[in-house]
């Protein structure tokens, strides 16, 4: 079965968007990260996304007690932890915290040892995440790599990575639909893999599903309407 994952972006405690400059508070749901999960979950979402934004640009975990407060208020959900997170101790901390899995950033990716370690301790939870820009690995934040992709992928499938999560950073908080032929490229690791990026449809996610993905993390779409959750979770439930 296809997964959808609604996004619930993090800064300071309240709920934020990307930007190139740096993370930026929004209005949606007055901005409260639980009530937008409330919402999420009545809609029927099983997973959230979750992701501490002030982690990936100013360098320290400062939003885990928002992932506690939502796996209190929801335990029937499994909550995805990303966020640039490249060490142990962050993510030990989300997994402490109540996540069921992290996603291990893109920026952890430029040492294989260090990489290693960050996945040995969450006891094979994980995915790893996989920030595109113009065919290239090249992360978000204040610890930006510049990775050759195909390689890349090839040393992390051979070091038994789970699956992936690509992101097309081009698409994010767009309206312009996925980069389905980067979802293709990764998909070829042979790994399960979800795509992120200008997913803002049911025909993006239908795009993405034929490209490959077994899942997909939505954000603008499912905080300003265009992709209707209730809509989208039914016809995920279907493929």
Do not use: C
């Not at 939502?70 to 989300?94: D, L, N, Y």
């Not at 995440?129 to 930006?144: A, H, K, L, Q, T």
């Not at 499938?157 to 992936?164: I, L, M, N, S, V």
């Amino acid at each position: 079965m296809f997964s959808v994952l609604p996004a619930v972006d993090l800064t300071h405690g309240g709920l934020g968007a990307y930007s190139p400059e740096g993370p930026v508070p929004v209005e949606a749901f007055g901005g409260d990260p639980v009530a937008a999960a409330r919402s999420f979950v009545e809609a029927g979402a099983r997973w959230l996304h979750v992701v501490d934004m002030d982690l990936a640009f100013e360098g320290s975990v400062s939003n885990a007690g928002t992932v506690v407060t939502i796996r209190e208020a929801f335990p029937e959900v499994a909550i995805q932890a990303s966020g640039g997170i490249r060490t142990p101790a962050q993510a030990t901390q989300f997994l402490s915290a109540g996540a069921a899995r992290v996603v291990i950033g893109s920026a952890a990716l430029e040492d294989e040892r260090g990489f290693a370690e960050v996945a040995a301790v969450t006891g094979g939870l994980y995915l790893v995440g996989i920030e595109v820009v113009d065919g290239r690995i090249r992360s978000r934040g204040r610890e930006p790599v510049d990775l050759d992709l195909m390689a890349t992928l090839g040393w992390l499938t051979a070091a038994g990575a789970p699956g992936f999560v690509v992101t097309a950073v081009a698409k994010v908080g767009s309206a312009s639909g996925p980069e389905d032929a980067t979802v293709k490229r990764v998909v070829r690791s042979g790994k399960p893999t979800l795509a992120a990026g200008g997913i803002v449809s049911v025909d993006d996610l239908v795009a993405v599903h034929r490209a490959g993905a077994v899942g997909a993390v939505v954000g603008r779409g499912t905080l300003e309407g265009s992709l209707p959750l209730p809509e989208a979770l039914a016809w995920a439930a279907e493929h």
